[in-house]
């Protein structure tokens, strides 16, 4: 979940360097692995992170709301899959939109000393070729 890679930095938002971090671990072996060339270590991304926004004083737990640039990435999201004519928002389209949106998340891919152009074209083929994995299955609380 997003919100584990913010309390990881005690920060009290949701940001766009969040949604990065979440992007390395994904289970989408696709996807990780082109943030992983691009970003090859864990510790990286999140040295830059501590660089470029720094280290938080929430305590992890408290809730969090998402940065108005994160929705705003969210909704870049939605247009790209809409006009790519895909059916649902995936991990794909989320860092496509990263790459795409000057965000947090993206200068921390710069600050890596990753290109941007590389990783947006590998991601978009990606996109393209129409290997996307469904999206999984909702679990259900209920017990059902």
């Known amino acids: ?6 309390w990881h930095f005690h920060h ?6 969040h949604l990065l971090r979440g992007l390395k671990a994904t289970g989408n072996k696709a996807i990780s692995s082109l943030v992983l060339k691009a970003c090859p270590a864990q510790s ?4 830059q ?23 705003m990435l969210y909704y870049r999201a939605f247009a790209l899959t809409t006009r790519l004519g ?12 990263l790459l795409l949106e000057p965000c947090d998340g993206r200068r921390i891919v710069e600050l890596c000393g990753c290109s941007i152009d590389a990783l947006a074209t590998s991601t978009m083929l990606y996109v393209q070729v129409g290997d996307r994995e469904p999206p999984a299955k909702e679990k259900s609380f209920s017990g059902a």
């Not at 009290?12 to 360097?17: A, F, K, R, S, Y």
């Open 12 to 17: 009290g938002h949701i940001g766009t360097e």
């Open 86 to 97: 895909l059916q649902y928002v995936g991990t794909d389209t989320l860092l496509l939109a």
């Open 49 to 71: 992170i501590l660089r470029y926004i720094g280290e938080g004083s929430t305590p992890p737990g408290s809730p969090l709301e998402f940065t108005e640039e994160l929705n």
């Open 44 to 47: 990286e991304i999140d040295e």
């Open 1 to 6: 979940m997003i919100v584990h890679h913010a």
